[in-house]
């Protein structure tokens, strides 16, 4: 059984940075698609960047240049660094784990961008 456990979130300003990590049990992890998506009050949850196995990686347009997703394989972590927050990236923010066509995910972290 996969789990999956996001920390790092909280309160920032807007222009700040945070940084969300997210560990996954098992050892399945170096074969895995791994995501970081989010969702916002009244809003579906929408994938903000994925990295494969290569490992390569891509984002959606709103956040091209400020979010970098990142992996290491060897301690089991996949992490989302958030740089020039804007409070339209408040949303809870969810780890997503993708292998033989299952999907797991986190339990959710709480981001929120306000002076």
């Known amino acids: 059984q996969v789990q999956l456990v996001e920390s790092g979130g909280g309160l920032v300003q807007p222009g700040g940075s945070l940084t969300l990590s997210c560990a996954a049990s098992?050892?399945?992890?170096?074969?895995?698609?791994l995501g970081w998506y989010r969702q916002a009050p009244g809003k579906q949850r929408e994938l903000v960047a994925e990295?494969?196995?290569?490992?390569?990686?891509r984002y959606i347009d709103s956040v091209l240049g400020r979010f970098t997703i990142s992996r290491d394989n060897a301690k089991n972590m996949v992490y989302l660094q958030m740089n020039s927050l804007k409070p339209e990236d408040t949303a809870v923010y969810y780890c997503?784990?993708?292998?033989?066509?299952?999907?797991?995910w986190g339990q959710g972290t709480q981001v929120t961008v306000s002076s």
């Open positions: 997503r784990l993708d292998l033989h066509f299952r999907a797991y």
């Open positions: 098992g050892s399945i992890f170096s074969d895995s698609m």
């Open positions: 990295i494969n196995t290569d490992p390569r990686s």
